[in-house]
């Protein structure tokens, strides 16, 4: 089982155990551009214009941003896909 498969399992699996840094590994690896404002951070991908997540940086993340940054990732993964696909 690679890195992100063990990531992506323990943040399904764990949510409140997750960190920031790997909400931002995961997300940044998706290729997401972050913004920083104070202890906020908002990720946005050019494939879903239409939805970014903004988190407080805390340890341990809480449960509900947890859930959104892996909606966040899937909708990347989905967009990319069917854009290699066309």
């Not at 409140?16 to 202890?39: F, H, P, Q, W």
């Not at 903004?54 to 941003?65: R, S, W």
């Not at 909606?71 to 896909?81: G, K, Q, S, T, V």
Request: proline fraction near 5%; charged fraction near 30%; charge should be positive.
């Amino acid at each position: 089982m690679g890195r992100l498969e063990k990531l992506l399992r323990d943040m399904r699996n764990s949510p409140t155990t997750v960190r920031y840094d790997e909400i931002e590994n995961l997300l940044m690896g998706a290729g997401c551009r972050v913004t920083k404002r104070g202890s906020h951070r908002t990720f946005r991908h050019p494939a879903v214009s239409d939805f970014g997540l903004t988190v407080v940086e805390a340890h341990p993340m809480k449960a509900p941003y947890v859930r959104q940054a892996l909606r966040l990732y899937n909708e990347i993964m989905e967009a990319i896909r069917n854009d290699s696909n066309r």
